[in-house]
């Protein structure tokens, strides 16, 4: 039942090149850090990783990014990241943008064991009827391009039909986890971590304090141990914040 390993780079010794990974976080709150700083160092590459964001040039997945390790992405936000907008349209990068809560239940309907569902978010754009680009092509011209998907009517209403998502790995970062893999977030950092932790089949958590088997408050466990197989202790990683706004007040 002790879940424990010793550094992150262990926790990530199974992840090998070509893997799927759902990471938790939204924009750099809540980040797996040191799990993608293991990553890193080991060199696996041909990435493709499922997140709200991906990071930005120089912090979280945008590290991966940067060294050409991340060969597809699924998420909803990568407006921070100029590295990004380089790969996709030189066409180094495969991307499916989603509607951010349609990206959030995609997560939660493969943690759930529910294959697909329907949801009227993107009905009558493309993302329903296809022609999103996918990748582009070393000219600037559309290489792949999104399928159109299922619609049907419920109740007088069109209904798109998204899949689940379901990844090889989840890569979550939380406030406190016991030896068992019970995990608990804080406030904001709760975001897409319980539903990338859910979506993983092998589920890695760093967590910042490490309680013994008992010692969390079972009302407030966020994503039971039984969905986490392995528990790095990351005490002391750096937290940043994506884009700091001050504002500036006239002397009185």
């Not at 997140?51 to 990568?78: E, F, K, M, Q």
């Not at 990844?167 to 016991?178: E, I, M, N, R, Y």
């Not at 750096?238 to 001050?246: G, Q």
């Amino acid at each position: 039942m002790d879940k424990v390993v010793a550094s992150a780079a262990d926790a990530v010794a199974g992840v090998g090149d070509g893997a799927s990974l759902a990471v938790g976080g939204f924009g750099l709150c809540g980040i797996p850090t040191a799990l993608i700083k293991a990553l890193l160092t080991a060199g696996v590459t041909d990435l493709e990783t499922v997140s709200n964001n991906c990071g930005i040039d120089d912090w979280g997945l945008g590290l991966l990014l940067r060294a050409g390790r991340i060969r597809r992405t699924t998420g909803s936000y990568v407006g921070e990241n100029k590295e990004f907008e380089r790969r996709f349209l030189s066409g180094e990068l495969e991307v499916e943008l989603v509607p951010q809560g349609t990206l959030a239940e995609r997560l939660r309907a493969g943690g759930a064991g529910i294959p697909a569902f329907y949801t009227p978010a993107g009905v009558g754009t493309q993302v329903a009827d296809g022609g999103l680009p996918l990748r582009y092509d070393s000219a600037g011209g559309v290489a792949l391009a999104s399928l159109a998907k299922e619609t049907r009517i419920f109740d007088g209403a069109a209904y798109v039909l998204e899949r689940a998502i379901v990844c090889d790995f989840g890569l979550v970062q939380a406030w406190k986890g016991d030896r068992h893999g019970n995990l608990v977030y804080r406030q904001s950092a709760a975001n897409f971590n319980p539903l990338c932790a859910a979506a993983g089949r092998i589920t890695i958590a760093e967590v910042e304090e490490l309680v013994e088997p008992g010692e969390l408050d079972p009302s407030c466990v966020h994503t039971p141990g039984i969905f986490v197989q392995h528990v790095v202790h990351a005490p002391e990683v750096a937290k940043r914040i994506e884009k700091r706004t001050v504002s500036t007040r006239a002397s009185i």
